[in-house]
């Protein structure tokens, strides 16, 4: 079955950047989009950036100018380049894989992963 692991979450202080990673595998035909979300304690989960299978990327207003997503050549991993944090930013940060396609089953779904811990120290 398909699996998404993130990695690269830890404390900064305000101002600072983290990369975080994300690496999907598994049987997979094709991922129609990855996206990296986050969810903070009392908060609903919320969408930061995604990166569809076109390359195409959309940010959330309150990280764009400072997140950056992407992608590796073998399109399996995407990073979230995250610079200028600030404490609000301070989350549990989750990746997706939306619409996998997996190559044996055929059968359609959203993939999450456990997600990375990000805190913002004031």
């Known amino acids: 079955q398909v699996q998404v692991v993130e990695s690269g979450g830890g404390l900064v202080q305000a101002g600072g950047s983290l990369r975080l990673s994300c690496v999907s595998s598994g049987s997979i035909f094709s991922i129609n989009r990855m996206g990296w979300y986050r969810q903070a304690p009392g908060n609903q989960r919320e969408l930061v950036a995604e990166i569809t299978e076109d390359g195409v990327t959309n940010y959330a207003d309150f990280v764009k100018g400072r997140f950056t997503i992407s992608r590796d050549s073998n399109e399996n991993t995407v990073f979230l380049q995250m610079n200028g944090l600030k404490p609000e930013d301070t989350a549990v940060y989750l990746c997706?894989?939306?619409?996998?396609?997996?190559?044996?089953?055929?059968?359609?779904?959203?993939?999450w992963g456990r997600g990375t811990q990000v805190t913002v120290s004031s």
């Open positions: 997706a894989a939306v619409g996998v396609r997996d190559s044996h089953s055929w059968y359609l779904d959203d993939v």
